[in-house]
């Protein structure tokens, strides 16, 4: 059984960075998609960023430019380096798994494997 485990969130000022990490272990598969979701108080679980076992990456509008995905294959880990962090990036934040993948998605119920979540704070 697949298991994710995030790390790195916690509290930052307005315009400061955070990387979170997704460790996952138990993951043999080739043909893959890991992403980063994430979900505030009352709103639906949001697409942050999407990376694909060649390393093609999509990422949603409202952290473009911001936020960066990376993956070391060797150790099987994905990050997400978030820069200039604002008070609406607010959320916990999730790493996902989708296996098989033959295209990056952004549907939550899609991904087979999930992490605990880590929370994200930004103050203003």
């Known amino acids: 059984q697949v298991q994710l485990v995030e790390s790195g969130g916690g509290s930052v000022q307005a315009g400061g960075s955070l990387r979170l990490s997704c460790a996952a272990s138990r993951f043999t598969y080739n043909l893959y998609c890991m992403a980063w979701f994430r979900q505030a108080p009352g709103k639906q679980r949001e697409g942050v960023g999407v990376v694909d076992n060649g390393g093609s990456t999509t990422y949603g509008d409202s952290v473009k430019g911001r936020f960066a995905i990376s993956q070391d294959n060797a150790k099987k880990t994905l990050y997400l380096q978030m820069n200039s962090l604002k008070p609406e990036d607010t959320a916990i934040y999730y790493c996902?798994?989708?296996?098989?993948?033959?295209?990056?998605?952004?549907?939550?119920?899609?991904?087979?494997?999930w992490g605990q979540g880590t929370q994200v704070t930004v103050s203003s």
């Open positions: 996902a798994l989708k296996i098989p993948c033959y295209s990056r998605s952004w549907d939550p119920s899609l991904y087979n494997y």
